[in-house]
């Protein structure tokens, strides 16, 4: 079975511009959409194609599947017990965010809610660029993917962090 | 000539699109290349979705039903659409309207039963009689009918879907597709004038609203985004103006809830609303006798005050599609509007207001999804040329299971591109545990109670294993129709289950439309309440592992480690009781400081004892038991 990056066309590297993704998605669409047959087995072992291609692009849209993808591919397990703990002082750091980001909710301080949202991603975006920089070549082998894996643990943070000040700020936008 | 057409016993079937409306229906079909719409023999083809029983059991549809309508309020059955799928104590029927309802049946599926002449009508059948009708004025266009593709609001659930088709097979229509309104609308504009680029689809109709943010590329419709509210449209509008009309003319409370007075005021409100579209003020005269005032004026500026809520509750929904497709407003190539709603002068700035531009309505917007049904039937019946035209369209609402605690977890976000699968893997919560109980749910908001139910099932059988231990792996499948299956699949022992997910109509009767508008209400609450429970799942789990294992390794403890391990236990059991996530987590992390040596010790004993026995399968599960204390610390750390 192709691994997404292949399914598409495009290049087995972290960094990836999301409106590339988008038209190879389109493209592939035009040749394995169900629709593009008449014959019942064809129509479902194109769905079936579908289906993986939807999952696929589903997982490279989102940095922390990427990556996941990536070590997958470099024979590189991830995931609970598999990934370096953070640091004390990195945890200590996202606890105190948290924090601030919970307090600044409770007293509907929106600029201090944006102002969190921007300094993570902005760790973010230096995180993805540094992941973007140890994926760029050949992939990391399972005995030097540490840095990496760090990284990957940092983004889950992020992630999660990024999700519910979005979630905060669309709620005020809406009211 | 003619005659010999409609006689003819070889006509060829030929596919048609359905707009099966709140308002009016209509149905197109593709003549020589291009969509067109068939009208009736009044050369209307708009067909109002209206339906009546007469006492002689006759059905009439259409505007001969509309007709009868004020004379026979409660059977004669409009906007039947809002009332389908949805559960026999849907907060709709409780609106203003005439009907008189029967109430759940004990047995038999949970669904509206509108009561006519003593006899239960459901919104099924009801829509049956329309797509019916339908069908006939099809056939006399084109003498034999093939495949149908239906069009559906985007918002739409599984249940609203189902009962979409299941009204379309109780009048023997072959469905092709159930395809999204404002998708539908997109492949006409989109064929009709060559354009690409990036759009916005604002879908106001008689009931419903949906936006749809899309890229059209080259005959390709790639959905982006979808948001909406299945109970808010034009409908909503006559019913505040109904009322205002009512105080305006001094109706009495009593007066106002006879059904005929209802369905008077209603249309009432509906053809000033009409006439307000080129009218700066319309007077309406009091039709009523016994009531004090003999005229009523309405302005247009009242009438904007009054449906200004309604029109924000469409600017949310069309503000969060747009964040929900990764897009600025100042990106949209265009917008396009569709629906009779639209007319609405107010509802024309607003979106222009809410977009920074002026939105195109070139192809009318009471035909306009009908022609693009058409378009698409014609394509999946093999007529068009190949690769003309895509539709890659997405799931309107998150799918997830129920665990722990009441938290749903999301298996299939919204907006994911169909067709599509995801797996999940989920474990037991107690030892011994031989069954798990699967609750799929569908909606954006964090507690399963609050989201649609639409099916409950039980993977039984499995054999008693520790908390934890039991990995159950969850496949969620949508097809390219948009319907859910769900496999599960017990992997120690292989047990397995499929089920075709057929929505459990109402067991939870909170209405889809307004399960998204809540979870934007109570967001803040919704994630503290998350965190909350989820803070107490994860206590409960280590307190049991830890109690467990201080029990089964006791030899391992050092002099005072007990002790301390217990009284960091107690404290973390007492923080449970309360409702602060905060605290819980910074007790189980003084529990995680407070077994660390021994977690330690455990999994040196443990490879130890694995490894004496020489059997890799219980080296694994051996090692993977005494992670159990590990890993429930790292999983509230990192998720």
């Not at chain 1, 944006?114 to 920089?133: F, G, K, S, T, V």
């Not at chain 2, 309508?69 to 409660?74: L, S």
């Not at chain 2, 009309?245 to 109706?251: C, M, P």
Request: with cysteine.
């Amino acid at each position: 079975m192709p691994t997404p990056f292949a399914l598409f066309g495009l290049p087995a590297t972290f960094a990836l511009d999301l409106k590339v993704l988008e038209r190879a998605q389109r493209e592939l669409g035009k040749t394995i959409h169900p629709d593009t047959a008449s014959d019942p087995s064809e129509r479902r072992a194109l769905a079936e194609q579908s289906t993986l291609a939807n999952e696929g692009y589903r997982a490279l849209r989102d940095p922390v599947t990427r990556a996941e993808l990536l070590f997958q591919l470099a024979g590189v397990a991830t995931g609970d017990g598999h990934e370096p703990k953070p640091t004390a002082a990195f945890l200590m750091d996202m606890l105190e965010k948290r924090e601030a980001l919970a307090e600044a909710r409770t007293s509907k301080d929106r600029a201090t809610v944006e102002a969190l949202a921007a300094e993570i991603r902005a760790q973010r975006n230096d995180a993805e660029a540094a992941l973007a920089a140890l994926f760029s070549g050949v992939l990391p082998s399972p005995l030097d993917a540490q840095p990496a894996l760090v990284h990957l643990g940092s983004l889950r943070y992020y992630r999660r962090f990024l999700e519910e000040a979005t979630a905060t700020l669309d709620e005020w936008d809406d009211a | 000539m003619m005659l010999l057409d409609i006689f003819d016993p070889k006509a060829k079937p030929r596919p048609i699109g359905i707009d099966l409306g709140t308002t009016n229906s209509l149905v197109a079909y593709v003549r020589d290349g291009r969509p067109e719409t068939i009208a009736d023999c009044d050369g209307s083809a708009l067909v109002p979705s209206i339906v009546h029983y007469a006492r002689n059991g006759a059905v009439i549809v259409g505007d001969r039903a509309k007709r009868l309508a004020e004379a026979h309020p409660q059977e004669t059955l409009v906007s039947v659409k809002r009332f389908l799928g949805r559960g026999a104590d849907d907060p709709e029927t409780r609106r203003l309207g005439p009907y008189a309802f029967l109430p759940r049946e004990a047995e038999g599926p949970d669904v509206v039963r509108f009561s006519v002449h003593g006899k239960a009508i459901t919104p099924v059948e009801a829509s049956a009689e329309i797509l019916r009708n339908l069908k006939e004025l099809a056939e006399e266009e084109l003498h034999s009918v093939g495949g149908v593709v239906i069009t559906v609001p985007a918002y739409f659930d599984d249940g609203q879907r189902q009962a979409t088709k299941d009204a379309a097979k109780l009048a023997g229509l072959r469905v092709l597709r159930l395809v999204n309104e404002p998708t539908a609308a997109a492949l006409a504009y989109g064929l009709d004038a060559k354009r690409d680029g990036l759009f916005a689809v604002y879908d106001l109709g008689g009931g419903t609203f949906d936006v749809t943010v899309l890229v059209l590329d080259d005959g390709v419709f790639q959905v982006k985004s979808t948001g909406g509210d299945s109970a808010l449209g034009g409908d909503d509008m006559d019913r505040l103006l109904a009322d205002e009309l009512a105080t305006v003319f001094g109706l009495t409370e009593e007066v106002r809830k006879k059904p005929a007075v209802v369905r008077v005021l209603l249309d009432l409100a509906r053809a000033t609303k009409h006439r307000l579209t080129d009218a700066e003020a319309v007077t309406v005269p009091n039709p009523f006798v016994d009531a004090p005032a003999s005229a009523a004026t309405v302005t247009r500026e009242r009438f904007d005050v009054l449906v200004k809520p309604l029109l924000e509750r469409t600017g949310k929904a069309c503000r969060r599609a747009v964040r929900d497709a990764g897009v600025e407003v100042g990106e949209l190539d265009g917008v396009i509007l569709v629906g009779g709603s639209t007319r609405v002068p107010y509802v024309r700035s607003y979106v222009e207001a809410l977009f920074g531009q002026a939105p195109l309505g070139d192809i009318d917007p009471d035909q306009v999804v009908a022609l693009g049904a058409a378009l698409q039937a014609h394509q999946l019946e093999g007529e068009g040329e190949k690769e003309e035209i895509l539709l890659l369209d997405v799931l309107p609402l998150s799918l997830g299971i129920e665990v722990g605690g009441g938290v749903v977890d999301k298996i299939l976000p919204r907006n994911t591109t169909i067709p599509t699968a995801s797996k999940s893997v989920y474990t037991t919560q107690e030892d011994g545990q031989t069954g798990f109980v699967l609750h799929v749910v569908q909606g954006e908001r964090e507690i399963a109670s609050d989201c649609r139910s639409l099916a409950t099932f039980t993977l039984a059988g499995i054999p008693p294993m520790a908390a934890g231990m039991a990995r159950l792996e969850v496949t969620f499948r949508v097809d390219v129709d948009g319907l859910l299956t769900v496999e599960a699949r017990e992997q120690t022992t292989g047990k397995e289950q499929h089920v075709d997910v057929k929505p459990s109509y109402g067991l939870d009767d909170e209405a889809v439309e307004r399960m998204l508008l809540d979870a934007l209400d109570h967001g803040e609450a919704d994630l503290r309440l998350r965190r909350l429970l989820e803070n107490r799942v994860e206590a409960g789990r280590l307190a049991k592992a830890t109690q467990k294992a201080i029990v089964v390794d006791a030899d391992l403890l050092e002099a005072g480690e007990k002790e301390g391990i217990e009284a960091a236990l107690a404290a973390l059991l007492a923080s449970t009781a309360g409702d602060d996530a905060s605290k819980i987590k910074f007790r189980m992390d003084e529990l995680d400081a407070a077994t660390k040596g021994f977690a330690a010790a455990r999994m040196n004993r443990a490879i130890a004892t694995a490894i004496a026995g020489k059997d890799v399968g219980s080296i694994e599960a051996t090692v993977e038991a005494a992670l159990g204390i590990e890993e429930a610390h790292a999983r509230h750390g990192a998720r």
